[in-house]
């Protein structure tokens, strides 16, 4: 399969990430993806679907405790609706599906479990204790991401990989999202977390990406909590088979501590195989 390479850097940047067209979302050049210049990143797909769900209308507060994103078709660099639903309500517990769908097509689906919040009881809380990963000092975009996958998504944050993954160890990464993801909104903790967590599937994959490709056509993100700062930093193992197929595991944490897990399936393939 032959994977065209990003297009040309633009002479101005966006200012978000995708604008509003009535109720279409149009994308920008910071939408684009790694792998083709024509479908969008991941992340800003389960940051849109993140963005529907925290919109649907809850009994009592409630917040997400797991999404689960089916990304099976890729989505064009083209206008697209997001639409959500709850499919199952209750005053605990709450079904969300939600989908991103153009040309009367569905492309993308996704299901959110949200869970009633109750008045804080520190008796029942029970830390992870996993220390921070250290925030690489210098830059904080990192020239070698931006040259690999530049224009794309990568561009609209900072960016910064504190260590490598190898075939023995873990990579880190630490990331922020500079401009919001739909212009003039305010990009809330949870779409944040959404938007970043697609990283999951790069920060721990070790392969050469000068040679190989690798696309995770799923994702699902547990939040024990949401991020309460704009840095977010990733922790991530991955494993792949001879035949292609992978996965990664990652720890998502804020300057306090771990606040998510995410688990991605990998599909890997040779550069113009």
Known sequence: MSHPEPTAEPAAEPTAIFRREGALLV??????????????????????????????????????????????RAVPMAPFAVHAKVTRAGRRIQQIDA???????????????????????????????????????????DPEMIRLFSPGFIRSLDFMRTRLATREHEGVTWTRMRVPLVDDEPVTPLVRL???CDFASGTGNP????????INPDLSLHVLREPRGEWIGITAKSGIEADGIGQSSATLFDDEGPIARALVSLLVERRGG
């Open 99 to 141: 989908r991103i769908e153009a040309g009367g097509t569905t492309l993308v689906r996704a299901t959110a479990l949200r869970v009633r919040v109750a008045r804080a009881d520190g008796a029942i809380a029970v830390a992870f204790g996993e220390p921070v990963p250290e925030r690489a000092p210098g830059p904080a975009r």
């Open 207 to 214: 392969i050469d990406f000068a040679r190989f490709t690798s």
């Open 27 to 72: 994308p920008s050049l910071f939408a684009q993806g790694p792998w083709n210049p024509e479908h969008l990143h991941g992340g800003p797909i389960c940051g849109v679907l993140a963005r529907a769900i925290e919109a649907c209308e809850s009994p009592v507060p409630m917040r997400v405790a797991r999404m689960s994103v089916e990304l099976t």
């Open 194 to 196: 959404a938007t970043i």
